[in-house]
C-alpha cells in the first residue's frame, strides 16, 4: 500500500468574481491534499503546518484539475511505434473499410506493440481513463482484442478503461454475431455496432442484434452511428425504442451521432428529451467536417455527452493528439464558447462531468473522499486551461503520478 502524503502548494478554485459590466472572473487560492489509499483525505489551506513526520509533494503551484476521460478511441488501429505512413484515399466508407481489410492481418502481430503506444500518448494529456472500440471481424477474429486487452492489464495502475467489440466490418456479416459473442467471453465489455443501414443494410435487425448480445452478457452498448439525416435519426429513435423494451436504462451510447445535428431544433429537442430519459448518452469527436449533434440542446435536456479523440494516426487519417483537452478547445472554438464561465464550465466534456466550480461558482471539486485522480497544468484557472491547453506537468491516479513529474 502506498504511503499516504500530502500534495502541498495546489492551486484550486474557490468561485467567480462578477465585475460591474457582468464579466466573470475566476478566484483561486493555493492548498494543500492529503491522499491516502488512493482518496483525498483532507484538503487544507497553504497556511495549514503539516507535521513534520508526514510525506509531502510539491505541487508548485500548479493548477489542479480532474483528470479526463478519452471516451472513444481505437487503439487497435493506431500506426503508432510502425513507421510513418499516410493513409490511402477512399471515397466512401465501403471503399475505407476494404482497405482497412487488408491490412488486418499484417498489422495484428503489433497490436499490443502500437495500443501501448496510444496509451502512452493518451495518458500523457490527462486522461485516466480509456473506452476503446476494438475490431472484431472475419479477417482477424479476436487477435485484436487480444493485444489491446494485453496492452491495458500493463497499465491497470494507471487508468481505468472500457473495451467495447466493435464489429467494424458489419454485425449481420457470417459469423460475426459468434465471433462477438466470444469477444464478450474473453474480455470486452460493452456490445458495439455499426451504421444498421448504411453498412448493416437492416435497421431494425442490426438493433435487434445489438441488444439481444447486451441482455445476453449484461453488457452496456455504445454504437457507431455515421449515417445521417432522417435515416440516422431514426436509427437512433429506434435504438432509444429497443433500450426501452429491454429496460436498459442508462446503459446506452450512441457514438459520433451526427444525423442528430441533421434535423430541425424541435425534432432535436423532442430526441434529446427521449435520449435523457432513458438515460442513453452521446459520444462524439468534435470534428470539423461533419454535422455535429445539438450538444448544447442534448446538455440542457439532461443527456450526456462525452468526447474523445477516435482512432488516429492510422489507415483512417493521420491527424491528431490523443489530447481531449483539445477536443474541448475546438468545441469552444465552433460555438464561441470565449467568456470565462462558459470556457470554464466547458471542461466538463474532457472530464466526464465534473468542473472544479459549479455555474453558479460553488466549490464542487476536489471535496475530501473524491478520488486523487487529477491533472496539474501551468494555467490560472480551468478556463484558461480550455482555451490555451497547457502542458500536462503532471498526471496522477489514484494518488499516483503516472505521467510527467512533480
Not at 489542479?64 to 493506431?78: G, I, Y
Request: aromatic share 8%.
Amino acid at each position: 500500500m502506498a504511503t499516504p502524503y500530502w500534495l502541498t502548494n495546489v492551486k484550486l478554485e474557490t468561485g467567480y468574481i462578477q465585475d460591474e459590466k457582468g464579466a466573470y472572473e475566476t478566484k483561486t487560492d493555493l492548498f494543500h491534499l492529503k491522499i491516502e489509499n488512493g482518496r483525498i483525505v483532507e484538503k487544507k489551506s497553504n497556511g495549514f503546518a503539516i507535521p513534520q513526520a508526514e510525506k509531502i509533494k510539491d505541487g508548485k503551484g500548479l493548477l489542479a484539475l480532474p483528470s479526463f476521460k478519452e471516451m472513444h478511441n481505437h487503439l487497435d488501429k493506431t500506426y503508432l511505434s510502425l513507421d510513418w505512413k499516410a493513409p490511402i484515399p477512399a471515397k466512401n466508407l465501403e471503399e475505407r473499410l476494404r482497405l482497412e481489410a487488408k491490412e488486418l492481418g499484417e498489422l495484428a502481430p503489433t497490436t499490443k506493440q502500437r495500443a501501448r503506444a496510444m496509451i502512452d500518448l493518451i495518458l500523457s494529456h490527462g486522461s485516466t481513463h480509456i473506452r476503446t472500440h476494438v475490431n472484431i471481424d472475419p479477417y482477424i477474429g479476436l487477435k485484436n482484442l487480444e493485444g489491446v486487452k494485453a496492452a491495458l492489464e500493463d497499465y491497470s495502475d494507471k487508468l481505468t478503461y472500457e473495451i467495447v467489440a466493435f464489429p467494424q466490418h458489419g454485425l449481420l456479416r457470417d459469423q460475426v454475431i459468434p465471433l462477438m459473442k466470444e469477444a464478450m467471453r474473453s474480455g470486452a465489455t460493452l456490445v458495439g455496432g455499426l451504421d444498421p443501414a448504411g453498412i448493416d443494410r437492416n435497421i431494425e435487425k442490426s438493433l435487434y442484434e445489438v441488444m439481444n448480445l447486451a441482455t445476453e452478457f449484461d453488457a452496456d452498448i455504445d454504437i457507431h452511428l455515421h449515417d445521417g439525416g432522417h435515416v440516422g435519426f431514426y436509427t437512433v429513435d429506434k435504438l432509444a425504442e429497443f433500450v426501452e423494451e429491454a429496460g436498459w436504462h442508462n446503459r446506452a451510447a450512441v457514438s459520433h451521432a451526427f444525423s442528430l445535428g441533421d434535423v430541425p431544433v424541435p425534432q432535436q429537442e423532442e430526441i434529446a428529451e427521449r435520449l435523457s430519459g432513458l438515460g442513453m448518452s452521446i459520444m462524439s469527436t468534435i470534428p470539423i467536417s461533419r454535422t455535429l449533434p445539438p450538444i448544447e440542446i442534448l446538455d440542457r435536456k439532461g443527456v450526456h455527452v462525452y468526447l474523445g479523440c477516435d482512432g488516429f494516426y492510422d489507415s483512417w487519417g493521420p491527424f491528431g493528439t490523443g489530447d481531449v483537452l483539445e477536443k474541448v478547445t475546438r468545441y469552444g472554438e465552433l460555438y464561441r464558447k470565449s467568456d470565462e464561465r462558459s470556457l470554464a464550465q466547458s471542461l466538463k466534456w474532457a472530464t466526464g462531468g465534473p468542473t472544479p466550480l459549479s455555474k453558479d461558482g460553488e466549490v464542487a471539486w476536489p471535496l475530501e473522499g473524491d478520488d486523487a485522480s487529477l491533472v496539474l497544468v501551468n494555467a490560472s484557472c480551468s478556463a484558461e486551461a480550455v482555451a490555451r491547453t497547457p502542458k500536462r506537468e503532471a498526471v496522477i491516479f489514484k494518488g499516483k503520478v503516472v505521467s510527467g513529474q512533480l
